[in-house]
C-alpha cells in the first residue's frame, strides 16, 4: 500500500536531489562548507548547517549500534536471552514486570535500557550500555583513521553484507508459517490511506533519509569523484538500487512480521481454548480454532453466568489487529525482530546475522555522517597543518563518545527520541530547500548547466531543470508546511513513556528544559543560515569601509 | 448384623463422600491436560491411573511425615471430569478428618518431581491448583556470556587501532627522512628531479592535478578507424 506514493516521491524529489548534490560536489570539490562558499559567499552558512546537523546526527546515531552489539553478544545463549522470563525472587513464578508484559519488551526495557519511568529521573550510567559504546566508537574510529581512501575499502563490507543476510532472511522468512499473511497486508493497495496526506509525507520523508540529502556527506564523497564521472548516471543508479534494497528489505520483513503476527494469533487462540476448557471442565481436543465459535455460543446458551464470568478475560483475538500493530521507532525494530527470532529454530543463528546485517548498516551510516563532519575539517588549513588526520577523527570520535554518555543514562532513550525526532527533520528540509533555490536562482541555472556539460559532456535533460526549479521547492515547501501546522495544531510535544507497574507505554508531557532542548537542537542548525550571510555581509562591509578609508 | 453393617457402611460412605467434595476444606484440585504433553502418546484416564495418582499421593504423604500409616484409601478422588481435572483430599483413619492442607502441600511440593514422572506429565501439565511449583532456575555461568565475547571483539580491534596508527606513524617518519635526504642529495647535485613550476611533481597533491574533460582524448569524438 505504501508502494505507490513511495515512487511518485522517489521520481520527483529523490532522484532530482541526489543528482544535485552529487553534481555540486563534483563541480566544486570540496566539502559541504567550502563548495557553498565556492556558489556564494553569502552562503557559507548552509554547509555549516550541514556539519551541525551531521555532528548532532553522530552524537546519537551510534547508540543504535551500541543497541546492536549488546543484542549480538546477548545471542551466544541458550536459550536466547529474550526468550524466557526471568524468575523473582522466591521462585514461584515470573518477574512481575515480565509478566504483564512479553519477555521481549521485558528484555529491552529493563535489561537492555533499564529505563526510568520519565525524563525527569535521569538515573545512572549503565556501565554495560557505556562499554558497548565505546566499542561502537572504537569500530567507527578503525574505519575512519585512514581517511576516505580507507573508508571505500571498509564500505564494500558494509554495504555487501547485509544483502547476504538479507537473502538467507529472505529464502527463512518465505518458508516460515504464516508469512504470507504479511506479505498479503503489503501488497494490498489501501485506498483510504492513499487519500490521506499523512501517507505522502512519511514517503517523502523516507526517501529524504534513506538517501542521505542535506547532510553534506553526499558533497564531501562526491569532491573526490573524478571531474569528469558521470554523476547523472550515477544518480539515477544509486536511487535505484536504493529503493530496490528498501523493497527487498521491506518484504524480509513483512514476512517476518507476518509469521510473528500468525504465531501470537495462534497462541491468543489457544490461551482462550485454554480458559474455556479448564472453566467448563470440557475434554481436551474439543475446542479447537476452527469449531471456536460456535462452542462459544453453545457455552453462552448452555452456562450464561459462568461464561458472562469469564467474559471479560476472553480477548477478541484478531490477525489484523496483531498486522496493524504499527512498526516505528528504533526500540521497535529491536523488540518485533527479537520476538520473531525466538521462535524460529536454530534462533542463535539468525539472531547473530540479523544483529550482523544491523550493525554493519549502522556503521555504514555512521561513516557517512563522521566522512561529513571530517572533510570539512581537513580541507580547512588552519586544522589540518597542525594535526594530522589520526588525532582529528580520534578527537571528534573522543568528544562524540563522551557526549554519547547521556543516552546510556537511564531515562537515555527518552533524549534519544529527542534527537532522533528533532535533530534532522526540520533542518534538513530547509537545508535542502534553500540548496535547491541556491543552486538555481543564486548561482544561475544556466551557469550550472555550463558546468555540468563541461564535466560531463552532455547536455541537460529538460526533465532535470523543471524539478530543479519548480517541483522539487515546491514539495519541500509543502512538506515544511505540514510539520508545522502539525506542532501548532497539537499544541504541547507528547513522548511515550514506559510504566514498569503497568507493564505498557503511556503519553507524557516533555517538561521545560527538555523543550528548550528542542528548540536549541532545531534553531542551532536553521539559525546557521541567516547567520552565514549575515557575518559575510558584516566582513564584506567592514572590508569596504578599510579600503575605502585607505585610499 | 446385617442391617447394622449396612448402616455403618452407608453412613462411613456418606461420611466420606463430605470429606471430598469440591471447595471443601482441605481438598486440592487438580488438572491434567495428557494430550497436550504426549499428543499421539496420550493415554486414557481411567480407574487405574486413579488408582496409580492414589499410590502416589499415599507415597508422598509417608515420604513427608515418615508416618507408615497412610494407606491408598486414605486418599479420597471425587468430581473427575472430562477434562481430566479432579478434586482429593487426604484423610486420617485414627481421627477420620482430613489432614491439614499445609501439610498436603508441602509433601507434594517436595516430591513433585517423583509425581510429574510417573505420569510422564510436567509441572504445567499436571497441575495442582492452589501450589504453586518451585520454578528452576536458569544456569548462569560464572562470568556472563556476553562479556567474554565483548572482550574478545574489543581485543581486536584495539590492535588493528594500534596497527594502524604505528604503521601510520612509520610510513610518515619514512616520508620525512626520504625528503630531507632528497633535499641533501638536491644540493650536491647528483639527482634530478622532474620539477613544474618550481614544485617537485612527487609532492604535487593529488587532487590539485586533474584532467580537463573538454580536453580529455574522449574515443567517441574521433571517428572510428
Not at chain 1, 520527483?12 to 563548495?35: C, D, F, K, N, T
Not at chain 1, 535547491?436 to 544561475?444: D, E, F, L, Q, W
Not at chain 2, 469440591?22 to 491411573?49: C, H, M
Not at chain 2, 479432579?86 to 486420617?92: A, L, R
Amino acid at each position: 500500500g505504501f508502494l505507490i506514493p513511495y515512487f511518485i516521491m522517489l521520481i520527483v524529489e529523490g532522484m532530482p536531489l541526489l543528482y544535485l548534490e552529487l553534481a555540486v560536489g563534483q563541480r566544486m570539490r570540496q566539502g559541504s562548507i567550502g563548495a557553498w562558499k565556492i556558489i556564494s559567499p553569502y552562503l557559507c552558512g548552509v554547509g555549516v548547517a550541514s556539519v551541525v546537523v551531521s555532528f548532532f546526527l553522530s552524537m546519537y546515531y551510534n547508540v543504535i549500534n551500541a543497541w546492536a552489539f549488546w543484542y549480538l553478544f546477548h545471542s551466544f545463549q541458550d536459550p536466547l536471552p529474550w526468550a524466557t522470563c526471568p524468575l523473582n525472587s522466591n521462585r514461584t513464578g515470573y518477574e512481575e514486570e515480565c509478566e504483564k508484559t512479553s519477555s521481549t519488551q521485558y528484555f529491552w526495557y529493563r535489561q537492555t535500557l533499564n529505563i526510568s519511568p520519565s525524563l525527569e529521573v535521569s538515573g545512572a550510567v549503565q556501565w554495560e550500555q557505556a562499554l558497548c559504546l565505546t566499542l561502537a566508537w572504537l569500530v567507527v574510529y578503525l574505519c575512519i583513521l585512514r581517511g576516505t581512501e580507507s573508508t571505500g575499502k571498509v564500505v564494500y563490507v558494509t554495504a555487501s553484507l547485509p544483502y547476504c543476510v538479507l537473502i538467507i532472511y529472505l529464502i527463512r522468512g518465505l518458508t516460515l508459517h504464516g508469512a504470507v499473511n504479511g506479505l498479503i497486508y503489503m501488497f494490498t493497495p489501501k485506498l483510504e490511506q492513499l487519500s490521506n496526506p499523512k501517507t505522502w509525507i512519511s514517503a517523502a520523508t523516507q526517501i529524504f533519509f534513506s538517501l542521505g540529502l542535506g547532510f553534506g556527506s553526499l558533497i564531501a564523497f562526491a569532491s573526490y569523484n573524478e571531474p569528469s564521472n558521470n554523476c547523472e548516471r550515477h544518480a539515477i543508479i544509486v536511487s535505484l538500487i536504493n529503493s530496490a534494497t528498501s523493497i527487498f528489505a521491506s518484504i524480509v520483513t513483512f514476512s517476518i512480521y507476518g509469521f510473528k503476527a500468525t504465531f501470537n494469533y495462534e497462541s491468543c487462540i489457544n490461551k482462550v481454548i485454554l480458559l474455556l476448557l479448564n472453566a467448563f471442565d470440557l475434554e481436551e481436543g474439543s475446542l479447537t480454532a476452527d469449531n471456536l465459535n460456535e462452542m462459544k455460543d453453545y457455552l453462552m446458551a448452555t452456562h450464561p453466568q459462568e461464561y458472562a464470568q469469564l467474559l471479560p478475560q476472553l480477548k477478541n483475538c484478531s490477525l489484523e489487529a496483531e498486522l496493524d500493530t504499527a512498526v516505528q521507532g528504533t526500540g521497535l525494530a529491536f523488540i518485533v525482530y527479537s520476538e520473531a527470532i525466538k521462535n524460529m529454530e536454530v534462533s542463535q543463528l539468525y539472531s547473530v546475522l540479523y544483529f550482523v546485517m544491523l550493525l554493519m548498516l549502522g556503521i555504514g551510516s555512521m561513516l557517512g555522517n563522521t566522512a561529513a563532519i571530517l572533510t570539512p575539517l581537513t580541507d580547512s588549513k588552519v586544522i589540518a597543518t597542525r594535526f594530522p588526520k589520526e588525532v582529528i577523527s580520534g578527537v571528534v570520535c573522543f568528544i562524540n563518545c563522551i557526549i554519547g554518555l547521556i543516552f546510556t543514562m537511564e531515562a537515555g532513550n527518552y533524549w534519544f527520541d529527542i534527537f532522533n525526532d528533532y535533530a534532522a527533520t526540520l533542518s534538513l528540509l530547509l537545508i535542502v530547500l534553500v540548496e535547491t533555490i541556491a543552486v538555481c536562482y543564486i548561482y544561475g541555472l544556466r551557469r550550472f548547466e555550463k558546468d555540468l556539460h563541461t564535466m560531463i559532456g552532455r547536455k541537460l535533460n529538460w526533465y532535470w531543470k523543471v524539478m530543479w526549479a519548480f517541483a522539487s521547492p515546491l514539495l519541500i515547501i509543502s512538506l515544511f508546511i505540514f510539520y508545522l501546522t502539525d506542532y501548532i495544531l497539537t499544541g504541547t510535544l507528547q513522548y511515550q513513556a514506559w510504566d514498569g507497574t503497568q507493564g505498557q507505554l503511556v503519553t507524557k508531557d516533555y517538561p521545560g528544559y527538555a523543550l528548550a532542548v528542542i528548540g536549541l537542537l532545531v534553531a542551532s542548525s536553521t539559525m546557521c543560515i541567516p547567520l552565514g550571510a549575515l557575518v559575510t555581509f558584516v566582513r564584506k562591509r567592514l572590508k569596504r569601509e578599510s579600503v575605502s578609508t585607505v585610499a | 448384623m446385617l442391617q447394622v453393617l449396612l448402616l455403618t457402611f452407608s453412613v462411613v460412605t456418606v461420611a466420606r463422600a463430605e470429606l471430598c467434595k469440591p471447595d471443601a476444606q482441605n481438598a486440592f484440585k487438580v488438572r491434567l491436560s495428557i494430550k497436550t504433553a504426549l499428543g499421539d502418546n496420550a493415554y486414557a484416564w481411567d480407574a487405574n491411573e486413579e488408582y496409580l495418582f492414589k499410590a502416589m499421593v499415599a507415597f508422598t504423604m509417608r515420604r513427608y511425615s515418615s508416618k507408615t500409616t497412610t494407606q491408598i484409601s486414605n486418599v479420597l478422588l471425587c468430581n473427575v471430569t472430562d477434562r481430566v481435572s479432579f478434586w482429593f483430599v487426604v484423610t486420617d483413619s485414627s481421627k477420620n478428618t482430613t489432614v491439614p492442607g499445609s501439610e498436603v502441600e508441602a509433601a507434594i511440593r517436595m516430591n513433585r518431581n517423583r509425581i510429574n514422572n510417573a505420569f510422564l506429565l510436567s509441572d504445567k501439565t499436571l497441575q495442582f491448583l492452589k501450589i504453586s511449583s518451585t520454578l528452576a532456575p536458569p544456569v548462569e555461568p560464572s562470568t556472563p556470556v556476553w562479556l567474554i565475547v565483548f572482550g574478545v571483539v574489543l581485543c581486536l580491534i584495539v590492535a588493528a587501532i594500534v596497527f594502524l596508527v604505528v604503521a601510520g606513524i612509520q610510513q610518515r617518519k619514512k616520508k620525512n627522512k626520504e625528503s630531507t635526504e632528497r633535499e641533501n642529495l638536491e644540493e650536491k647535485g647528483e639527482v634530478t628531479i622532474t620539477i613544474e613550476n618550481g614544485i617537485p611533481c612527487e609532492t604535487l597533491d593529488l587532487k590539485a592535478g586533474h584532467i580537463n574533460g573538454v580536453f580529455s582524448a574522449d574515443d567517441e569524438r574521433f571517428t572510428s578507424l
